[in-house]
């Protein structure tokens, strides 16, 4: 399985802004490659997911918000966050789907991936 590693969370005030990364350790365009996130006490829900081909599916939740983009000449996923909102508060999540890279693999079985660490992102009022 790859190995995925996370990076970017970090505090900031309603309205900030993040960058968030995962640097896979195989071949990105070998999966549909998705965000996750869980905020406690919650379910661990998708965000968005991008298939092999380039095409994302996202939370309607973060919809023109949130940006899921990918660079597969660095095999890294990217999850833009912008007007970020305390509710967008979580541990979040990158995962990798390899059995159908060119679908969404959005709302799939959470057990269908390989997973990353999680990645604190607080949003204070």
């Known amino acids: 399985p790859p190995r995925l590693v996370v990076s970017g969370g970090d505090s900031v005030q309603t309205g900030g802004s993040l960058r968030l990364s995962c640097v896979v350790s195989?071949?990105?365009?070998?999966?549909?490659m998705g965000w996750f996130r869980q905020a406690p006490g919650k379910e661990r829900e998708g965000v968005a997911t991008i298939t092999s081909n380039g095409d994302t599916t996202i939370n309607t939740s973060v919809k023109g918000r949130f940006t899921i983009s990918k660079d597969n000449t660095k095999n890294t996923l990217y999850l833009q966050m912008n007007s970020l909102q305390p509710w967008d508060t979580a541990m979040y999540y990158c995962a990798a789907e390899p059995f159908r890279p060119q679908e969404s693999c959005y709302g799939l079985s959470l057990s269908s991936y390989y997973w990353g660490q999680g990645t604190q992102v607080t949003v204070s009022s």
């Open positions: 195989k071949p990105i365009s070998d999966y549909c």
